[in-house]
């Protein structure tokens, strides 16, 4: 399963450099999650990183 960034993105870029799997990217308008490569942190951290240090509620969810 994978992540996805929801239209609540602010464009912080907090997640981008949590991501262990270099998932996360800077889209057109918000920061999006390719979920070829989203792992959920699984393997790497109890929780999803980007989650952790998002500012915004609910931004990020599952796919």
Known sequence: ???RI???CIN???CEP???TNA???GTDIY???PN???ECKGHYDEPQCVAVCPID???VPA
């Open 24 to 26: 996360i990217s800077q």
């Open 1 to 3: 399963m994978a992540l």
């Open 58 to 60: 609910n931004c990020i």
């Open 12 to 14: 912080c870029g907090a």
């Open 6 to 8: 929801t239209e609540e």
């Open 32 to 34: 999006v999650i390719d």
């Open 37 to 39: 490569l989203c792992v």
């Open 18 to 20: 949590e991501c262990p």
